[in-house]
């Protein structure tokens, strides 16, 4: 027999209030008991997967004929561990862009619509920005790989230097081969300089130390010859820099709905850099004027999205019934 939920009446596989879905598993109850989250049911429920904005999540008005719909966008601040995915359908009345995510206290929902008669113009822009955030962690990341694998090129070396300088040559240069031959994948290129850039210091660190003793004896054992490897330890910095500097730009996606005679903005979905980790420590916080999430990136649809929806707004404004059967999805 089908059970239904308590609250809306609906069949409990299509219900998605919090009082129909248990929690699942030890981690999500205790979260839920402790009033740091909320029982949810799939990805797909917390994100609305799947779903038509008009009429699955939100009322439908009178008369109102859903045309398109596109998965345009995903929307997250990463230190507050919030993330939503954004859905933008154009209906015969409005245009509606809608984030359903979660954070680390429950649920989050970003709406906006505007009427389609009011639209005067369209901006959808595609982009990259500089990320603070990820400099940062990508920074402290390459450090850290730079004393494991400098620790071990040094112990090598401070055995035999030969060995050191062998060590350090045979992986050292390989390691530099995925900044040239992979295809974006920054972080990796990064953590693969990093580690050469170890490896090259491991051994010149201690040479350049030993060159500079007045007395002329080696530093830990191994003299000045690895002090050619400075050289190596400075073109793999320099490759390493750039795969960090390149790994720290992100995709960057706007969308902004001009009203008519340029009055007015509606839809406003970009990223909100007051609210981004260093901000905040700054003391600048959340601007409130955008989406309130530090990163706007596209999807694969962004681009669908930026080559129809400005046709089809036009469309329906100008034709009417022959625009919406244009564009309509069946």
Not at 94 to 103: C, D, E, L, W
Not at 151 to 166: F, P, Q, V
Not at 249 to 263: A, H, R
Request: charge should be positive; glycine fraction near 12%; charged fraction near 20%.
């Amino acid at each position: 027999m089908a059970q239904f939920c308590s609250q809306c009446g609906n069949p409990l596989a299509q219900c998605t209030c919090s009082a129909a879905v248990a929690p699942s598993g030890t981690l999500s109850g205790m979260k839920a008991r402790m009033g740091i989250d909320e029982p949810t049911g799939s990805q797909a429920d917390i994100y609305e997967r799947g779903r038509k904005i008009v009429p699955e999540s939100i009322a439908q008005d009178e008369g109102e004929i859903p045309v398109r719909q596109y998965d345009v966008a995903i929307l997250r601040t990463r230190w507050q561990f919030k993330r939503a995915e954004g859905r933008m359908q154009v209906t015969n009345k409005r245009v509606i862009f809608r984030a359903n995510g979660k954070s680390l206290m429950g649920r989050t929902l970003f709406q906006q619509e505007f009427a389609i008669s009011e639209i005067g113009g369209l901006d959808l822009r595609r982009d990259w920005r500089f990320g603070g955030f990820d400099f940062i962690f990508g920074a402290l990341v390459a450090l850290l790989v730079n004393a494991i694998f400098g620790g071990i090129s040094g112990l090598i070396s401070n055995d035999n230097i030969a060995a050191g300088i062998t060590v350090a040559l045979l992986f050292g240069l390989p390691l530099l081969v995925p900044f040239f031959i992979l295809k974006k994948r920054f972080f990796l290129k990064m953590l693969s300089c990093a580690a050469s850039v170890g490896l090259f210091t491991g051994v010149a660190g201690g040479s350049f130390l030993s060159s500079l003793n007045p007395f002329g004896r080696s530093y830990y054992g191994r003299g000045s010859d690895g002090s050619f490897m400075l050289i190596f330890v400075v073109i793999a910095l320099v490759v390493e820099l750039i795969a960090l500097f390149l790994f720290s730009f992100k995709e960057n996606l706007s969308i902004t709905v001009k009203g008519k005679g340029g009055v007015g903005e509606a839809i406003l979905v970009q990223a909100d850099m007051g609210s981004g980790l260093l901000a905040k420590l700054l003391g600048r916080g959340n601007s409130g004027v955008n989406c309130g999430f530090s990163e706007v990136l596209p999807t694969s649809a962004t681009d669908t999205a930026i080559r129809e929806v400005g046709a089809m707004i036009n469309d329906i404004q100008a034709l009417g019934d022959f625009g919406i059967e244009k564009w309509k999805v069946e």
